[in-house]
């Protein structure tokens, strides 16, 4: 028997997971992961929002640096 997904809680979601959520919204992926799960993406998709976590996080870490 398949466990049962949380649905998500845009509100209640930890700081450090609110970037993950903000690129998949500029993918236009939010309201399937909302809906579904990260389950109902692709490894394609679930990559690209993978590297663009990474990418910002050096832009934020270069930022502030300076």
């Known amino acids: 028997m398949a466990k049962k997904e949380k649905k998500i809680d845009l509100a209640k979601i930890k700081p450090e997971e609110k970037i993950k ?13 909302l809906e579904n799960g990260w389950k109902s993406l692709t490894a394609k998709e679930t990559g ?8 910002r996080k050096k832009e934020l870490n270069n930022i502030a640096k300076n």
Do not use: F, N, P
């Open 21 to 33: 959520y903000e690129i998949a919204g500029e993918l236009g992926l939010l309201d399937r992961v």
């Open 48 to 55: 690209k929002i993978g590297g663009l976590i990474t990418k």
